[in-house]
């Protein structure tokens, strides 16, 4: 048994009014927490508990990044700048990359250190690969190797892999580019389909634990066929309901695709396919409009909202406040793109705090974002994504034992706060991933004093460091050159296809 002690509890973030315990501890058995309540009492009735946190410290659940792609070493660190994702496209293409095992290892301590107890990576596989579902048992295992917990969301692309209308854009390259770029437009679309449908039934059966969820990720809502969709919700209700997690209305230019194509909002169609349900879940949803979260909240679907990714990505702001009054459940994800490059989910939430404190003419009756609210969008909402609601996300008897012990002493003392300030506030405008001491996750002890316990973090930057310093190529390959050419050939294809449009919610997403 462990207890583990602190000043505050955050228990409950869902109740804003008797969410938070002083002086209390919870009481970890095997996997689960078996007890939370005062200090005194528990360390009385369990005297022989191993005792973690400390009496100033603070304890709470898990912080849960539910949209990640699982790249250990970033693209700035590799030196490819953020831009528009329709530019970055063509320049990640062909980029240098770690092998799955260091990926998956060098990505969770990443997340560890900041107090992050699981992660959601969505993968994008290669088309008719024999290695693929090996390639994800590899990653699965290598997660497992540092303690997080994780989901796994594999999918594909079966249309528009290269750029929207890719088939018609494909006609405005010449031959050269044609040659290179011919089997990401032409395939066999059903064999495509039924490969992932396969691909993902055996990674399901066989990688999917207690502490591996393998959930649907298809890749983006425009890169779907109907037929596709058909199959994903098919397979999704075959395993009781799975989450589906998938990119929709990132940026302009696909808010554009879905009106011109369908005649609606891309969501809109999506709906039209079967898909819109309680398992749905949206990366990004920068561009909805008002009837689509209608829609998001009348099916009870999720979002997932990446504030710094979209700000370095030049997508835009996410409405969120908005979503969240038409009852769209909104988690947070950092989507590898963190404001400070480093996977700080406690950073990350205070983006959100900040970023959607809303501004209106009626200072008495336009409320802005709670600090528990936002704690939600790293727990209880961020569950729900994952699929697992209900198991993770409070410091509750039955639940899973994921929790963190964050230091204070910055938050409190540095050199002081008055005594009656609200420790909800506190966190939400000064903690950082660093003031984390100790990561429990499933019941073990995965970070204790900073220290990760089960993964050799200096002999893990060498193998990295070792990896890309033969694996670099200071001079780009004939791909990469032919696809930086294919990029300048899609700014013609798309000029002045995107209008101003009036049916935003933040002026920054119109002109």
């Not at 804003?16 to 005062?38: C, F, N, Q, R, Y």
């Not at 295992?141 to 303690?147: C, D, M, V």
């Not at 528009?160 to 018609?168: C, P």
Request: glycine share 8%; aromatic share 8%.
């Amino acid at each position: 048994m462990k207890l583990i002690r602190g000043k505050y509890l955050f228990a409950d973030v869902t109740n804003e009014k008797d969410g938070i315990l002083t002086d209390g501890a919870v009481l970890v058995d095997g996997e689960k927490i078996a007890e939370v309540g005062s200090y005194s009492d528990l360390k009385q009735r369990f005297p022989q508990a191993e005792e973690l946190g400390g009496e100033k410290d603070l304890v709470m659940p898990g912080i849960i990044d539910a949209h990640t792609h699982g790249r250990g070493l970033s693209y700035i660190q590799k030196g490819i700048p953020f831009d528009y994702l329709e530019n970055c496209i063509f320049s990640w293409m062909g980029a240098v990359d770690l092998p799955a095992d260091l990926n998956a290892q060098l990505m969770a301590v990443r997340h560890i250190r900041n107090g992050s107890t699981m992660m959601n990576m969505i993968d994008n596989l290669p088309l008719f690969d024999e290695n693929v579902v090996d390639r994800a048992k590899t990653t699965v295992e290598n997660y497992g190797k540092t303690g997080i917990r994780c989901a796994y969301a594999p999918g594909i692309k079966d249309v528009n892999a290269l750029a929207n209308d890719d088939e018609a854009f494909y006609e405005t390259l010449p031959p050269h580019l044609q040659k290179t770029v011919h089997d990401m437009v032409f395939f066999d679309k059903t064999a495509a389909q039924d490969y992932f449908v396969e691909a993902f039934r055996e990674m399901r059966n066989s990688l999917h634990s207690d502490m591996t969820n393998i959930i649907l990720g298809p890749t983006w809502a425009h890169g779907c066929t109907d037929a596709f969709y058909e199959k994903l919700r098919r397979l999704s209700e075959e395993y009781g309901g799975l989450p589906m997690h998938i990119h929709t209305l990132q940026t302009p230019y696909q808010r554009e695709y879905g009106e011109r194509k369908y005649g609606k909002s891309l969501l809109a169609h999506m709906k039209d396919c079967g898909i819109v349900d309680e398992h749905l879940v949206l990366g990004h949803a920068v561009y909805l409009t008002e009837s689509d979260m209608e829609l998001l909240g009348e099916a009870h679907a999720s979002v997932t909202h990446h504030p710094s990714c979209n700000l370095l990505m030049r997508n835009g702001i996410a409405p969120v406040w908005y979503m969240l009054q038409h009852g769209v459940n909104v988690a947070l994800g950092i989507d590898e793109k963190q404001l400070a490059d480093d996977e700080d989910v406690l950073e990350e939430l205070r983006m959100i705090y900040a970023l959607h404190r809303v501004p209106d003419y009626d200072m008495a009756h336009t409320p802005a974002l709670t600090p528990f609210q936002v704690l939600a969008m790293g727990t209880t909402n961020a569950a729900r994504t994952v699929g697992l609601d209900g198991k993770l996300g409070k410091l509750q008897k039955g639940q899973l034992a994921d929790l963190i012990v964050v230091d204070t002493h910055h938050m409190t003392e540095d050199p002081w706060t008055a005594p009656d300030a609200d420790i909800r506030s506190l966190f939400i405008h000064r903690a950082q991933g660093r003031f984390v001491k100790d990561v429990i996750i499933n019941g073990e002890i995965v970070m204790r004093d900073r220290k990760l316990t089960k993964i050799d973090v200096d002999g893990l930057y060498g193998e990295v460091r070792a990896y890309m310093e033969h694996a670099w190529r200071k001079e780009p390959t004939r791909y990469q050159l032919d696809m930086r050419e294919v990029r300048e050939y899609y700014h013609k294809w798309v000029e002045g296809k995107v209008q101003t449009s009036d049916d935003v919610f933040y002026q920054v997403n119109a002109r």
